[in-house]
Nanobody
Framework: QVQLVESGGGSVQPGGSLRLSCVAS????????MSWYRQAPGKERELVTS????????NYADSVKGRFTMSRDNAKNTVTLQMNSLKPEDTAVYYC??????????WGQGTLVTVSS
């Protein structure tokens, strides 16, 4: 079964940290660009970070650069998103995404991150 399953969301105070995980199954993980998106209430979904299938590092949105770190483990079919120095504006549902040319785009179910004092 083709799926992406996220975990690790929750509530945290400003300045805190959370670690999100996404486990993939049912497809050739190593051939896909893996990304994290987020969607805040009342806003459009936005790209947070991406890791290409051949690249050795991630690219980040300016809003999270220096605070968020994406990692990828092709042996475990897993990507993670370490989020530090969280801000209230980071509150959103975070989605794991997998893309490969000529193949259907895949989305996880989303995990809610709430940053509030």
């Amino acid at each position: 079964q083709v799926q992406l399953v996220e975990s690790g969301g929750g509530s945290v105070q400003p300045g805190g940290s959370l670690r999100l995980s996404c486990v993939a199954s049912g497809f050739t993980f190593s051939r896909y660009v893996m990304s994290w998106y987020r969607q805040a209430p009342g806003k459009e979904r936005e790209l947070v970070t991406s890791w290409t299938s051949t690249g050795g590092s991630a690219n980040y949105a300016d809003s999270v650069k220096g605070r968020f770190t994406m990692s990828r483990d092709n042996a475990k079919n897993t990507v993670t998103l370490q989020m530090n120095s969280l801000k209230p504006e980071d509150t959103a549902v975070y989605y794991c995404n997998a893309k490969r040319p000529l193949y259907p785009e895949l989305w996880g179910q989303g995990t809610l991150v709430t940053v509030s004092s």
